[in-house]
């Protein structure tokens, strides 16, 4: 029996070229992997936004009894304030993971998966993302004109000019989704 050996050099670089290719291709497939250092990252920070959180609560309970209208509800802004930022680093941590590093198996048979999770698109996690901004800068905004006495105009001005920017801007946004999910269909 004789084995049929190739001598055609075409078909020789053709089968290495088809290798490299395919070792190029699974490592720019593995490289989304390092996202998981992003995330992780994230997971600490939302870790510090608690022990922040934690500490908004420790001065407002402090100042509770003595504290006038307006502070109290600046007391309450905070912690709302630090609740949505939690909430959208667990939105942004959850779907960015989903989206473009792997599916979340410890969660998939829980009884208590949120059931937005999975479900998150790209399009849609950009819109929430821009609307806990907006939501954010409005209750900095609100904070700040509970206390117009002594906040500085010039500075109240700037909050307002940029939280209009992210209203603006979360509009367009709204609106080119809209478009491109209307021109699908």
């Keep these: 029996m004789s084995e049929h050996i190739s001598m055609d050099p075409k078909s020789d670089r053709h089968d290495r070229a088809g290798h490299l290719e395919a070792f190029v291709e699974k490592l720019i497939y593995r490289s989304r992997w390092i996202l998981a250092i ?11 936004v608690a022990i922040k959180f934690l500490k908004e609560f420790g001065h407002f ?11 109290f509800v600046t007391g309450v802004l905070e912690i709302v304030d630090k609740t ?4 959208l680093l667990i939105l942004i941590i959850f779907s960015g993971y989903e989206n473009f590093v792997s599916i979340i198996g410890a969660a998939k048979n829980s009884a208590d998966r949120p059931k937005w999770m999975g479900g998150i698109d790209f399009a849609s996690l950009k819109l929430k993302l821009i609307g806990s901004i ?42 080119s989704e809209r478009a491109m999910v209307s021109a699908e269909h």
């Design 38 to 48: 992003f995330y992780l990252v994230l997971v600490a920070t939302l870790a510090l």
């Design 61 to 71: 309970a402090m100042i509770f009894w003595n504290a006038s209208e307006a502070e």
């Design 84 to 87: 949505l930022l939690g909430n």
């Design 134 to 175: 907006v939501a954010l800068s409005g209750i900095n905004l609100l904070a700040a004109f509970l206390e117009i006495e002594t906040a500085n105009k010039e500075n109240l001005g700037w909050m307002v000019g940029i939280h209009l920017t992210f209203v603006f801007t979360a509009l367009i946004f709204a609106l």
